[in-house]
């Protein structure tokens, strides 16, 4: 049994490892933090907690001088990980982060994006947390940096395709669409139910801070540059994730032929599922999963490459890859706590 501890314990991401955990055989939360709830245990924050997995309620600096655990999770807003993650890192314990802090390489390039970096020196430590691309280095890695959910869609959805001589992925054009709690639990207006409730709106239209993520990664796997039109979309709904992906094609392939390449690339993978020829990703289908859909179609009409990715933001989005990266780090079976299927309706 490994003690975890869960700092952000109150926003959305904190509370689904809450719910995930509490289903893994391994694990037990022995403390989270919580601005709101400070001096509290979480099963007064949520009833559904029980009493055999009820747990104290910190703040941000008591739990990280207490550090009454092996494994941290991070569910902090961006800027605030990295001083946690050092202060940990020197109390022996194993960090997985789910901010933006540790997934990019470059400080020059995060700062441009995030604003300064408070702490540099731990970007070259940083293990990109995305098993599926990346399981070699996870495995046993003392940091890990959970990827973002935007840019989880899109290397999931085009990691298959790098090398594949029919199909230019050097500028793919990404139209995406989330859930709600994408933004997070705290109170803005754009995400208030008057608001948002009955709206569908495009935002970050030139300038989404997931985009160098993405430009990082697949240009580590194409090795060369790749650089990506992005544009989210806000969708009246609490949870789930859609990026439809274009491609142009530069010679001849039929919808099959990529669609084996999919199914090699991914026959392995416990949370990957390509799905079948005319079938497309719902987000009613991932649902509180760890599962990530995919389908791709060819519209030989525009010579174009269609990629469809799915995936529940807050699990495999956020905190079901926190878990499985964490099974890597720790030794146990990739899936555990992360078998259940998705809620239906």
């Known amino acids: ?80 990980s990295a001083p946690a993650a050092r202060k940990l890192l020197d109390a022996g314990l194993k960090v997985i982060d789910l901010s933006a802090d540790l997934r990019l390489n470059d400080s020059e390039v995060y700062g441009a994006w995030y604003g300064p970096h408070k702490d540099p ?72 139910f008057c608001e948002s409730g009955e709206s569908f709106k495009p935002y970050g239209v030139l300038r989404h801070r997931h985009i160098p993520e993405m430009e990082q990664e697949l240009s580590k796997l194409a090795g060369r540059e790749i650089v990506v039109r992005f544009t989210p979309h806000l969708i009246p709904v609490s949870r789930g994730m859609v990026s439809t992906i274009y491609l142009p094609l530069t010679q001849s392939v039929t919808g099959d032929e990529l669609r084996e390449r999919f199914i090699a690339a991914y026959r392995d993978e416990p949370f990957l599922r390509v799905l079948p020829a005319g079938v497309f990703p719902d987000t009613a289908l991932v649902k509180g999963s760890n599962q990530c859909h995919v389908a791709v179609e060819v519209d030989d009409r525009t010579n174009t490459v269609i990629v469809m990715t799915c995936l529940d933001n807050l699990v495999k989005g956020a905190s079901g890859a926190a878990v499985q990266n964490m099974n890597l780090v720790a030794g146990f079976e990739e899936t555990a706590g992360l078998s259940g299927y998705p809620m239906f309706p």
């Open 1 to 80: 049994m490994v003690d975890v501890l869960v700092f952000g314990a109150s926003g959305y991401t904190g509370i689904e490892l809450i719910r995930l955990l509490a289903a893994h055989p391994d694990v037990k939360i022995t403390a989270g933090s919580s601005r709101q709830w400070e001096g509290k245990r979480a099963s007064e924050m949520f009833p559904f907690v029980s009493a055999g997995k009820d747990f104290p309620l910190h703040s941000l600096e008591e739990l990280s001088h207490e550090c009454p655990g092996e494994i941290a999770f991070l569910a902090l807003p961006h800027g605030e």
């Open 121 to 192: 020196s731990l970007l070259p430590h940083a293990v990109y947390g995305l098993p599926e691309i990346n399981r070699t280095a996870v495995t046993g890695a003392r940091l890990v940096a959970n990827p973002g959910c935007y840019p989880t869609t899109v290397l999931l959805g085009l990691a298959p395709l790098v090398g594949c001589e029919a199909v230019d992925i050097s500028r793919p054009i990404v139209d995406a669409k989330s859930g709600i709690s994408g933004a997070g639990r705290g109170t803005k207006l754009i995400t208030s």
